[in-house]
């Protein structure tokens, strides 16, 4: 996928776009945000990122979250939503 061009939709706001800078010097991001302020649409678009930018050969990620009954239910759809148009992307 080197050189293609691939638009999930996602645009960060002011905020997230300082997270993704430090996302990319710092191993760890700390971010003290508000209920229903962005953070697992920024962490899945971070991760999808670092992921298609990854020079390994089949890159993986994972979310985490208590319980996968939650991790389901807060993430999955946003992780669909941001990277279905992304080729050769397959959900398990």
């Not at 430090?22 to 700390?30: A, M, Q």
Request: aromatic share 14%.
């Amino acid at each position: 996928m080197e050189g293609q061009e691939i638009s999930t939709g996602y645009t960060p706001r002011k905020w997230q776009k300082t997270v993704h800078y430090l996302s990319e010097k710092y191993r760890f991001v700390v971010a003290n945000v508000h209920r229903r302020g962005g953070k697992t649409v920024l962490s899945i678009n971070d991760q999808a990122d670092h992921l298609l930018r990854s020079e390994r050969r089949q890159p993986q990620g994972v979310y985490i979250a208590p319980t996968y009954g939650q991790a389901k239910r807060v993430a999955w759809d946003y992780y669909k939503q941001f990277t279905n148009m992304i080729p050769g992307v397959q959900y398990k």
